[in-house]
């Protein structure tokens, strides 16, 4: 899923800034935020695992959570000068950006028909089978049908083709 990958390059990021010399001794501050950036990629996965859409969706707005606690732990960084301005606005950009990307696709989700993978089974997966070849049937049927009615349409060659003349008697 792009977002997932999305929240994993946010991760990769983050871990680069809190092993940062800005970082040595507030260990709680930097397992905070990269319990926060991992948070978010790991809600993503945890609630697809989960089989079912709502699930999917609940863990989804989990992330989107997370995606906030680190936007704010990043704000606190900005203030104490553990990380450049321009560091901070290019972290809080991409937080945004993921966060967006999960409310999107969790809108997506309450909008479609799919209810999750734990919803299809053997029982869906025989109905799709039987509906796919009740189709093919159709089709076929369809097309036999389709055929005897040009035939009817169309008279016999034998009857269209002009009676013998007898040979003319110079012929003979």
């Avoid at 989990?62 to 906030?68: E, F, K, L, P």
């Avoid at 000068?81 to 997506?108: D, G, M, T």
Wanted: net charge positive; hydrophobic share 35%; charged share 35%.
């Amino acid at each position: 899923m792009p977002v997932w990958q999305a929240a994993m390059d946010l991760a990769d990021a983050v871990y680069d800034v809190t092993e940062s010399e800005a970082f040595r001794g507030r260990y709680s501050l930097r397992d905070q935020m990269e319990r926060s950036a991992l948070s978010i990629s790991s809600n993503i996965a945890e609630g697809y695992e989960r089989g079912t859409r709502n699930e999917l969706i609940a863990f989804l707005y989990i992330a989107r959570g997370s995606c906030g606690e680190l936007r704010s732990q990043l704000a606190f960084c900005l203030r104490r000068k553990l990380v450049s301005p321009e560091k901070h606005a290019q972290l809080r950009e991409w937080c945004i950006s993921v966060s967006r990307q999960l409310a999107a696709f969790a809108a997506y989700l309450r909008d479609t028909d799919w209810k999750g993978q734990r919803d299809f089974g053997p029982r869906e997966k025989k109905a799709k089978t039987a509906e796919q070849s009740r189709e093919k049937f159709l089709k076929e049927l369809d097309e036999i049908v389709r055929g005897a009615r040009e035939q009817r349409r169309m008279p016999d060659a034998k009857s269209q083709m002009p009676e013998e003349e007898p040979p003319s008697p110079r012929e003979s």
